[in-house]
């Protein structure tokens, strides 16, 4: 049987998490909850998915000509879990309404942790969310910091990490956002709160990040630098990172930015050019005995993607171990297989 799945919030990450609840063989997308019958109401229609609404907005749908299903109320009746994709700190508002319907809840990194149960990450911590009944799939940034983590950790003990991000100042669609000129501290006393929400899944890791906010919509850009208690070699880092699911290395000098990596995505068929991946630059990897630097890409609509899939899995417990569900979710969606 398959478990049935219901979005509420079909915007960036939303529409991404229901198509890709569509290709998996184990469950089924019952329908979107959409608010507001916007533009993107209408990528939902031409894709022939069920609408669901708030009672109170459902005039305002009908009026627009667009035919609603039910309410959130029906779809949860209909549902065994809801992904919550709607903005950050929304998602909590909601939490009481999905548990008067006993049902099962994935939340985004835009929620504070404590609206769930455990801060989730397929590689690391897949384990800890085994038949819980609501979980965090942490932001894009953390999510790409965790893979990396997962991977070198592979090799040894880590000593400390160290990080530097470039975050994108919005996503394509978001035209009130900025800046459009200038590169902004965020905050402006470190550590950035990706070191931190780091630690709401590997709690022990002495993490300390950096951040700014960059005039991109592509992608963000990491710099780590690890220490480790072992010396590794170079050839040893590539393989941990060319070896752990999720993580593609690429040749800087053929490829050497955001920009062509997101056009090479889109010229290669990949949808809206997602790229789920943590892309690593191979030649920024500079190994030093015990230390280890590199920098990678993290495409921010899409990474999050394939977590938000694994997650539904951990927590119906349609697969009892990571690498089965990252196996499905990952031959489904493509990845690794584009490059
Ligand atoms: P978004 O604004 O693109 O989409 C949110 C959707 O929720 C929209 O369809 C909006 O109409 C709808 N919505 C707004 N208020 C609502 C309400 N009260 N009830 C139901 N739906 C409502 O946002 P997003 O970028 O998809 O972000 C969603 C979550 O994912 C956030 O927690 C965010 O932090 C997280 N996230 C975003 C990104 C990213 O790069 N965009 C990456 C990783 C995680």
Not at 244 to 255: E, F, H, Q, S, Y
Not at 317 to 335: F, N, P, Q, V
Request: with cysteine.
């Amino acid at each position: 049987m398959k478990v049935r799945v219901g979005v509420n919030g079909y915007g960036t990450i939303g529409k991404r998490v229901a198509w890709a609840v569509t290709l998996q063989p184990d469950m089924e997308l019952v329908g979107i909850v959409k608010t507001k019958p916007n533009w993107e109401t209408l990528s939902a229609v031409k894709r022939g998915l069920r609408i669901y609404t708030l009672k109170e907005n459902m005039r305002e749908f009908h009026a627009r000509g667009i035919e609603i299903h039910g309410t959130i109320e029906d779809l949860l009746n209909s549902v065994d879990v809801m992904v919550d994709a709607t903005p950050g700190d929304v998602g909590a508002t909601y939490k009481k309404l999905y548990e008067s319907f006993s049902r099962k809840a994935v939340f985004q990194g835009g929620e504070e942790p404590e609206v769930a149960e455990v801060s989730f990450n397929a590689l690391v911590n897949y384990g800890e969310a085994l038949g819980k009944n609501y979980v965090r799939v942490v932001s894009c940034n953390t999510t790409g910091l965790l893979r990396i983590i997962h991977a070198i950790s592979r090799l040894g003990r880590i000593k400390r990490v160290r990080g530097f991000i470039a975050r994108r100042a919005a996503d394509l669609k978001e035209i009130k956002k900025g800046p459009i000129e200038g590169i902004i501290l965020d905050p402006s006393k470190p550590p950035s709160h990706h070191a931190l929400d780091v630690n709401t899944v590997i709690k022990d890791l002495d993490i300390i990040t950096y951040a700014v906010v960059v005039p991109t919509t592509l992608a963000h850009v990491h710099t780590l630098q690890f220490m480790l208690e072992r010396a590794v070699s170079h050839d040893e880092v590539l393989d941990a990172l060319a070896n752990t699911p999720r993580i593609l290395l690429v040749d800087g000098g053929l490829l050497k930015s955001t920009a062509e990596l997101r056009e090479l995505a889109r010229d290669l068929g990949r949808p809206q050019g997602d790229i789920y991946e943590n892309v690593v630059w191979s030649d920024s990897v500079l190994v030093r005995g015990d230390e280890v630097m590199l920098t990678y890409a993290v495409h921010q609509e899409a990474i999050v993607v394939p977590e938000n899939i694994d997650a539904i899995r951990a927590i119906t417990r349609l697969k009892e171990r990571a690498e089965d569900s990252i196996k499905i979710t990952d031959e489904t969606l493509g990845i690794k297989r584009w490059l």
